[in-house]
């Protein structure tokens, strides 16, 4: 009787890859809500000047968002990539394309949460 054939283990950074750009939104969500709760609670304009919610949620509008690109970015490379067909190659290819459509998703959400930074005031 001869063993079944052994299959490679899936690398751990493979199973995270879908998660890097929900993290990172709930991560810039809850910096922005509580750094502008927070400044508001406090006397936003008298403790952090009259800007300082706005530019904090602007850069971190930025930031979060270029590395939401970034992993999106990285994910549409590796699915696009052509392998030999197996099946590892073939799991590594749709956990990419989640990665790379949730990527797509949550960069459009942490730019649509920071947008309003522009328009509004923080504190009424």
Do not use: K, N
């Amino acid at each position: 009787m001869t063993a079944a054939p052994r299959r490679p283990a899936a690398r751990p950074r493979a199973l995270l890859e879908p998660l890097a750009a929900p993290v990172l939104w709930i991560t810039h969500f809850m910096v922005v809500y509580l750094f502008a709760e927070g400044a508001c609670a406090a006397g936003g304009r008298r403790w952090f000047g009259a800007g300082a919610v706005h530019v904090l949620t602007l850069g971190a509008t930025v930031v979060a968002a270029g590395l939401a690109g970034a992993v999106t970015w990285r994910a549409w490379r590796v699915w696009r990539r052509r392998r030999e067909p197996s099946d590892l190659a073939e799991q590594r290819a749709a956990t990419m394309h989640a990665a790379f459509l949730l990527g797509l998703l949550f960069t459009a959400a942490i730019v649509a949460q920071g947008v309003p930074a522009l328009f509004l005031r923080a504190c009424p």
